[in-house]
């Protein structure tokens, strides 16, 4: 079945350094990537997607790039604000006749030092 | 829009205690998922519902564990009996269509504990 691996599962960074963390899979049939961000005490939040058709996507300070044929994919943050500490998951899509889920990595805790 | 709505935000019960969740979705989404988080194990995908119709239970974990969705307005997760190892934070998410390649809005989340 589908895999996903995040790394790393800390990550520290001085405000405005730029952050990275990556993902690999391992479904080919995989076709959609989405990144979560999770505040403490909330949810998680889609901040940007990416769909297997497409390398780069970019909104803002936050991009995402895709390999497909690596199967891997990463989050980058540019200039890293403090209100950009907390949890980052990325995750892909299975699906398997009508069933579908999303397959989430471990998470990344991003700490911006001030 | 309120957003995901789940209740209650914090439940301590004891081993053995029947537990009920509650989540009311976004307005007009069609797709409800119920998520497991935990330290050991991650975000975990229970149940995934369409059109108020199960269309993934495989993540569900024995028959402790049941769902149901009798609207499309609000959408249940109850164990019987509940066990310690049930202790986690449970998330529910909406998605406005199929729920394949959407948007998941997320929940604030039950945290459960049972002694």
């Known amino acids: ?114 | 829009d309120a957003g995901v709505i789940q209740s209650p935000r914090h439940e301590v019960t004891e081993m053995g205690q029947e537990v009920t969740l509650r989540c009311k979705p976004i307005s007009g989404h069609n797709s409800l998922f119920w998520y497991r988080q935990t330290m050991m194990r991650g975000l975990e995908l229970l149940i995934y519902f369409n059109n108020n119709v199960p269309i993934d239970d495989s993540g569900m974990p024995e028959d402790r564990f049941s769902a149901k969705m009798p609207n499309a307005s609000f959408s249940t997760l109850k164990i019987q009996p509940s066990e310690p190892r049930d202790s986690a934070v449970y998330f529910c998410a909406s998605s406005p269509g199929t729920g394949r390649g959407e948007t998941q809005y997320f929940g604030p989340g039950t945290r459960l504990l049972v002694l």
């Open chain 1, 1 to 114: 079945g589908e895999n996903v691996e995040q790394h790393p599962s800390t990550l520290s960074v001085q405000e405005g350094d730029s952050a990275v963390i990556k993902c690999t899979y391992s479904d080919s049939a995989s076709n959609y990537f989405p990144w979560y961000k999770q505040e403490l005490g909330k949810g998680p939040q889609l901040i940007i997607d990416i769909r297997s058709n497409v390398g780069e996507k970019k909104d803002q300070r936050i991009a995402v790039t895709l390999n497909k044929t690596a199967k891997h994919f990463s989050l980058h943050i540019t200039e890293t604000q403090p209100e950009d500490s907390a949890v980052y998951f990325c995750a892909a899509s299975r699906e398997l006749g009508s069933n579908y889920q999303l397959i989430w990595g471990a998470g990344t805790k991003l700490i911006i030092k001030p």
